[in-house]
C-alpha cells in the first residue's frame, strides 16, 4: 500500500559543496524544510550571497516496509541545479528549481542507515532557465518545497491524466489516462469518481497494458460545475492490483469550459471579464522556503480580500499547495514557464521546452488553470522555438489554450490567446510621446493583425508608477486612479479577455530594478500583503452582497496634499452614494464617477471643487475638523470611516490570520501589526520599532525587531514541532505592550 511521509526534518546544512560530502557525514547545520540557504535581510542585500552552491544530507534509516518496494524521495522544489546521491551513487539531476522530481532510492538502500546527500547550486547558471540575462525577481538558493518518502508497490501509479468530455452537457463522460511505474503482471484498477459532498458518482474497472491503462465514464448526470462561486471539486480514486500488490492514488478534478474567444472569455459558455493580478511565490527573510499555509493564504488574499477572480503565476509554475487552494476557492490561473525577456541558447531551449513538460503535466488536472504560458515572458519573437513549445503543450493537454506573454506590439501569434503587458498609460509622461493619456491601445493597434483573436492583458501599471505605502497622498490617488483607468478599459471593451495588474505586493529584486533598495514597490499591497490604497481599487468592484468597501483615499491631513485639503477625495468604494460630513454642520452627498469610469462594475465616488467651495472646509490656517464618510446602499446607511483632525497613536493592532499552527507540518501563520489613532485608522508616517519575542514551539522568521513603515508592519511564525501555547510579546516605545497567544497542536 502506497504511504507517503513527510521527510521534511532531520536535515543537515551546509555552505559550499565538497565532493567528499557525497559519501560522508556533513558536519553542518541541523534545518528543516522548507529552507531557505541563506536568510536575506529586508532590503539592502548583496542577491549574489546565495548565488553559489550549498550541501544537504539526511539519513534514512532502513525499515522493513522497504523489503521489496519501491522506494523515493519525491521533492516538490529547490533551486536551482539539484543533484541527488544516495550512498554515494548519484542518482538524479533536476535544472529547474520550480517543478518537482523524484530521486529513486530503490536498488540503492541498504540495512542501517543510509546516507542522502544532496547539492543545490543557486547560481545563475546561463544553461538554465531563466538565467541567462537580467530578471527582476529572485530565485533564491534551497530546498525551498517540501520532501516526502514514498514507499509502493514495484508496479504504482505514476501520473494521471483527467478530461472531462463536452462539461456542458447533462450527460458528461470523463476520460482518464493512467501511466504505471515500475514492473508487474496482471495490472488492473479499479476507479471510482467520488462527487464534492462525498457520494459516489460512478465506477470502473480495466485492464493495464503496456505501462497504462484508458478510464472511461459516461452519462454521468446531475453533477455540479466547476464555477468560481461553486467550485465544485470531484475526486478520481484509483486502485491498481497486481501480482506486485496495490497501489491508490486519488486526484482532484473539476467540470468546467475554459474558453477564449475574439469577443472576450467564456467559463462555461457564459461571459466573464477576467480582473487579476500577477503574483511571486516570494517571502520576506524567507524567500521562497514557506510551506502550505502562507502558500493558500496568498490565494485567499487574491480572491477574499482583493475580489480577483483570476492570478498569473509570475514567471514559473508556483506551489502545488497555491494552485489546490486555487482549485478550492475558484481562482482561476494562468500558469507560464519560467523566463523573463531573455532567451538562451540551443542547451538553454531544450531545457525550456522540457519546463513545459514538467508544468502541463504536473498541473493538467486542476480546474483553476485556464491557460498555459509556453512563452518566456516579454521575449523578442523566436518562431522555431515557440512553434515547439506550442507543440508540446497541445500535444500534452488538448483541452487548453496557450498563451505567450510579450511587451512588443505586432509579435507573431503562435499561442492560441494573444497576451500582452500594455504600460501604455504610462507613456503619457514621456516627452517624446505625443499620445494622450491612454489606458489601454486596441487590439488591433497592438497585434497589427486584420483579423480578431483571443486577446489578454497580463501587466499594466507596476513600474510605470511605482508607489510605496508611505508616500505622498497624492501619488497614493494618483496610484488608485491608474488602476481604475486600466480595468475601466478592459470592462468597456468586449474584445478585451480581461486584464491582469502588475501586480499582487511588493517583492524583492535585484540590484537592476526596484528602488535601489533591493525591493520593487509595484505592488497593490506591501511585501507583507498590506493592502495600499490602489488594493481597494480591485476590491470595490466586488459585489456588496458579498462584501461592502468603502476606502477613501486619503491620511486625512490639511497639510499632505499640495497646497492644502483632501480635495478631490477618490473615494474606493461599492456604494450607491457616499456622503462626507465635515466638522459639525457640512455635509455633501455624492454619486459615483461615471463620466470617467462609465464601465467599471462599481466607479469611485470622486468628491471635488464641484461639491464644495473652495472655503468650505476651511482654509489654510484655520482650524481642522473632525470627518465622517459615510456610504449607502439603496437610501440605506451600510458604512461608515471616522477620520479626526488631531490623529494620535492610541492602538498597537496586531492582527495574526490564525490562532493555530500545524505543528507536524512546519506551518506559518501571519501576523500584521498596525499603529492606530483613536478612530482606529493607520498612522502613515509613524515608523516606530517593534520588538518582537517569542516564547513556545514556533520561531520568528527573520528578524527580532520590525520598522513600522506606511503605519504597518508583519512577520510570520513557523511551527517547529512541538505542541502547546505560543506567547508573542510586542514592545515599542510609544504603545504599551500587547502580547498574543496562538497555540501549535
Keep these: 500500500m502506497r504511504s507517503d511521509t513527510p521527510c521534511n526534518d532531520s536535515w543537515t546544512f551546509a555552505e559550499g559543496f565538497d565532493p567528499a560530502w557525497i559519501a560522508a557525514p556533513l558536519q553542518g547545520q541541523a534545518v528543516e524544510l522548507p529552507h531557505t540557504a541563506v536568510e536575506l535581510p529586508m532590503s539592502y542585500f548583496d542577491e549574489t550571497s546565495y548565488q553559489r552552491p550549498f550541501t544537504y544530507q539526511r539519513v534514512i534509516a532502513w525499515e522493513d516496509r522497504f523489503e521489496g518496494q519501491e522506494v523515493a524521495l519525491a521533492f516538490e522544489g529547490a533551486m536551482a541545479d539539484a543533484v541527488v546521491w544516495v550512498n554515494g551513487q548519484e542518482v538524479v539531476r533536476h535544472r529547474d528549481g520550480y517543478t518537482p522530481f523524484e530521486a529513486r532510492l530503490t536498488g540503492h538502500l541498504r540495512r542501517g542507515d543510509n546516507l542522502v546527500t544532496v547539492r543545490i547550486d543557486g547560481s545563475e547558471n546561463p544553461e538554465i532557465p531563466p538565467f541567462g540575462g537580467q530578471i527582476d525577481y529572485l530565485t533564491y538558493a534551497g530546498i525551498y518545497r517540501e520532501v516526502s518518502l514514498r514507499v509502493t508497490a514495484p508496479l504504482w501509479i505514476r501520473i494521471v491524466k483527467i478530461e472531462t468530455l463536452e462539461p456542458l452537457a447533462e450527460r458528461k463522460a470523463v476520460r482518464a489516462r493512467v501511466w504505471l511505474g515500475g514492473e508487474g503482471q496482471g495490472a488492473r484498477i479499479a476507479a471510482r469518481i467520488v462527487g464534492p459532498d462525498g457520494e459516489e458518482v460512478a465506477r470502473a474497472e480495466v485492464e493495464a497494458s503496456g505501462g497504462e491503462a484508458r478510464v472511461a465514464f459516461d452519462g454521468l448526470e446531475g453533477l455540479r460545475l466547476w464555477r468560481p462561486q461553486d467550485p465544485a471539486l470531484h475526486t478520481l480514486e484509483l486502485t491498481l492490483t497486481s501480482e506486485a500488490g496495490e497501489d491508490r492514488l486519488a486526484t482532484r478534478f473539476g467540470f468546467r469550459e475554459a474558453r477564449f474567444t475574439p469577443e472576450g472569455f467564456r467559463l462555461n459558455g457564459e461571459p466573464l471579464k477576467l480582473m487579476g493580478l500577477n503574483r511571486h511565490q516570494s517571502f520576506p527573510y524567507s524567500g521562497y522556503a514557506?510551506?502550505?499555509?502562507?502558500?493558500?493564504?496568498?490565494?485567499?488574499?487574491?480572491?477574499?480580500?482583493?475580489?480577483?477572480?483570476?492570478?498569473?503565476?509570475?514567471?514559473?509554475?508556483?506551489?502545488?499547495?497555491?494552485?489546490?487552494?486555487?482549485?478550492?476557492?475558484?481562482?482561476?490561473?494562468?500558469?507560464?514557464?519560467?523566463?523573463?525577456?531573455?532567451?538562451?541558447?540551443?542547451?538553454?531551449?531544450?531545457?525550456?521546452?522540457?519546463?513545459?513538460?514538467?508544468?502541463?503535466?504536473?498541473?493538467?488536472?486542476?480546474?483553476?488553470?485556464?491557460?498555459?504560458?509556453?512563452?518566456?515572458?516579454?521575449?523578442?519573437?523566436?518562431?522555431?522555438?515557440y512553434l515547439e513549445t506550442n507543440r508540446v503543450a497541445h500535444e500534452l493537454d488538448a483541452t487548453r489554450q496557450t498563451g505567450g506573454v510579450r511587451f512588443i506590439t505586432e509579435s507573431e501569434l503562435l499561442e492560441d490567446v494573444y497576451t500582452l503587458n500594455d504600460f501604455i498609460l504610462g507613456d503619457f509622461e514621456n516627452p517624446l510621446s505625443n499620445r494622450p493619456r491612454t489606458a489601454l491601445r486596441s487590439r488591433r493597434e497592438t497585434t497589427g493583425l486584420p483579423r480578431p483573436v483571443p486577446y489578454l492583458i497580463t501587466e499594466y501599471n507596476g513600474h510605470m508608477f511605482p508607489t510605496k505605502a508611505w508616500d505622498q497622498e497624492q501619488r497614493q490617488a494618483e496610484h488608485a486612479i491608474r488602476h481604475l483607468e486600466v480595468l475601466n478599459a478592459a470592462f468597456g471593451d468586449s474584445e478585451i479577455a480581461g486584464a491582469i495588474g502588475w501586480c499582487f505586493f511588493d517583492y524583492n529584486t535585484h540590484k537592476d530594478f526596484g528602488s535601489g533598495d533591493r525591493i520593487c514597490h509595484h505592488g497593490v499591497a506591501t511585501i507583507f500583503r498590506e493592502p495600499k490604497f490602489a488594493a481597494h481599487a480591485y476590491a470595490s468592484q466586488r459585489d456588496p452582497a458579498e462584501r461592502v468597501v468603502l476606502q477613501p483615499v486619503t491620511f486625512y491631513a490639511r497639510g499632505e496634499r499640495n497646497i492644502g485639503g483632501v480635495l478631490p477625495l477618490v473615494v474606493l468604494t461599492n456604494c450607491d452614494e457616499v456622503e462626507l460630513r465635515y466638522g459639525d454642520g457640512l455635509r455633501k452627498r455624492v454619486g459615483p464617477d461615471r463620466e470617467r469610469f462609465p464601465h467599471l462594475p462599481h466607479a469611485p465616488v470622486v468628491i471635488d471643487h464641484r461639491h464644495f467651495s473652495a472655503g468650505e472646509m476651511g482654509l489654510w490656517g484655520m482650524s481642522w475638523e473632525d470627518c465622517e464618510i459615510v456610504g449607502y446602499l439603496g437610501g440605506e446607511e451600510v458604512a461608515r470611516r471616522r477620520y479626526v483632525a488631531d490623529p494620535l497613536p492610541t492602538t498597537l493592532e496586531v492582527a495574526p490570520d490564525a490562532l493555530t499552527l500545524n505543528a507536524g507540518s512546519r506551518d506559518e501563520v501571519r501576523v500584521i501589526v498596525r499603529a492606530l489613532d483613536q478612530a482606529g485608522n493607520v498612522l502613515p508616517f509613524l515608523q516606530d520599532a517593534v520588538r518582537i519575542e517569542v516564547e513556545g514551539p514556533a520561531r520568528l522568521i527573520g528578524p527580532g525587531t520590525a520598522y513600522l513603515a506606511g503605519g504597518t508592519t508583519g512577520f510570520w511564525l513557523r511551527a517547529m514541532g512541538g505542541t502547546g501555547p505560543v506567547r508573542v510579546q510586542l514592545t515599542t516605545d510609544r504603545f504599551a505592550p500587547v502580547q498574543l497567544e496562538l497555540n501549535a497542536e
Design 290 to 385: 514557506q510551506g502550505r499555509r502562507s502558500q493558500e493564504r496568498d490565494a485567499e488574499i487574491l480572491k477574499w480580500d482583493l475580489g480577483c477572480n483570476t492570478v498569473r503565476t509570475s514567471h514559473y509554475p508556483q506551489s502545488r499547495d497555491f494552485l489546490n487552494r486555487c482549485d478550492e476557492i475558484g481562482l482561476l490561473v494562468f500558469e507560464e514557464i519560467p523566463g523573463w525577456q531573455h532567451i538562451g541558447g540551443v542547451e538553454w531551449k531544450a531545457e525550456s521546452v522540457l519546463n513545459v513538460r514538467r508544468m502541463v503535466e504536473r498541473d493538467w488536472n486542476h480546474p483553476s488553470i485556464v491557460l498555459w504560458g509556453v512563452r518566456i515572458n516579454e521575449s523578442q519573437d523566436d518562431h522555431d522555438f
